[in-house]
């Protein structure tokens, strides 16, 4: 059986770990949080059982038997055996760049590392490998199992290789893989988060209710879900983090974060996640 | 099941707590399909089934999560009422 690892088992983690797995692959778990992984397990198995309502293909998901193909660990055991490791840790490059050197140490040379990031320079997570041409941005989108394609992030040093390697990988878990080039925030947060951040300044200024502002996107604009349900859905700690980081990059008052979405946070109304944001949960 | 009314009620509250439509003289009944009429992502079914469990104090089964047993309001007391035994 081939070998993965995911580490970071947050939000993206858990489902990315459960699809792979779901479509054959062993999977290592790790996190460095014990309370997280045991978290994890319970939101695995209840996420599971969530999304065979989705789709017919989804019907097929068995918690017990994906869940009997992943180890949850707190370290870096088996590491050095796997082909892949998608990193999935907070969307922070110092935390991020500390993952990277241990693993630089742990994984074999051949190891190919998928980030899963929405804006992190995947130029600047390689610099800091020794073979940085297997290096790749895996950009997942939520949810990990309803979605057809992975934008994936092609850094300076990114090889043919690997590009070809993360087709096949992502193909195996019937995903498109859609290349694009590293710059912050690539094309989907330049774009959704500017969708995120308008909307919640749209709620700021009473303009109208997230349930119709979500409503107009879907009915009008016939997008899948409103930018209010997806900012809940990734976490609004995360979307204020990566309109920081958009900010910070471009320097354009464009990706100035939205005082309610910081204030949201500060009270713990983080999405889906904490049972509250823009809707209750 | 002794509530069947009560149980009704509270499915019905909910999604039309949870409906994403303007028309408000819409109403809701309880054959339709909450789904294809429109009235709720297929989304909001997952958030049906936590709402169901934990109403009801029930597992759902897993052979038994699928869309059609969440589609409508007679769909899920019969689902509610199975489940309870």
């Known amino acids: 059986m081939r070998k993965i690892a995911v580490v970071g088992a947050g939000v993206m983690g858990v489902d990315l770990a459960a699809t792979a797995a779901f479509y054959g692959y062993e999977v290592i778990l790790k996190d460095k949080d014990e309370d997280v992984l045991e978290k994890a397990k319970k939101i695995m198995k209840k996420n599971i059982r969530q999304y065979r309502m989705l789709s017919n293909e989804l019907q097929t998901w068995d918690s017990k038997d994906i869940m009997s193909r992943i180890s949850f660990t707190t370290d870096y055991t088996g590491f050095e055996n796997v082909e892949w490791v998608i990193e999935n840790v907070t969307e922070d490059i110092e935390v991020k760049s500390k993952v990277y050197k241990e693993l630089n140490e742990v994984c074999s040379l051949g190891t190919y590392y998928g980030v899963n990031t929405s804006c992190i320079s995947i130029t600047q997570i390689a610099s800091l490998m020794n073979e940085p041409d297997k290096v790749i941005g895996m950009h997942f989108m939520n949810p990990v199992p309803l979605k057809e394609a992975v934008e994936t992030v092609i850094g300076f040093h990114t090889s043919e290789e690997t590009i070809n390697e993360a087709r096949m990988l992502l193909n195996s878990m019937q995903k498109k893989l859609i290349k694009v080039n590293d710059f912050p925030g690539f094309v989907a947060n330049r774009l959704s988060h500017l969708f995120m951040n308008e909307a919640a300044f749209l709620v700021q200024d009473h303009v109208a209710n997230p349930e119709n502002i979500d409503a107009i996107f879907r009915m009008g604009y016939a997008h899948k879900m409103g930018p209010l349900e997806t900012a809940d859905l990734i976490g609004l700690d995360t979307v204020v983090n990566s309109l920081d980081v958009l900010y910070k990059e471009y320097q354009d008052p464009k990706f100035r974060c939205c005082p309610l979405l910081k204030k949201m946070v500060a009270a713990g109304l983080l999405g889906r996640k904490s049972g509250r944001g823009f809707y209750k949960y | ?85």
Request: aromatic share 10%; proline share 0%; glycine share 4%.
């Open chain 2, 1 to 85: 099941m002794e509530n069947y009314e009560q149980a009704r009620e509270s499915i019905r509250n909910f999604i039309i707590g949870n409906m994403d439509v303007f028309d408000e003289d819409i109403t809701l009944a309880d054959d339709d399909n909450i789904f294809e009429k429109g009235f709720v992502t297929s989304i909001f079914a997952m958030r049906l089934l936590d709402f169901i469990e934990d109403e009801f104090k029930i597992e759902v089964a897993d052979e038994d999560i699928n869309l059609v047993n969440f589609s409508s309001v007679q769909q899920m007391v019969k689902l509610v009422e199975k489940s309870e035994g």
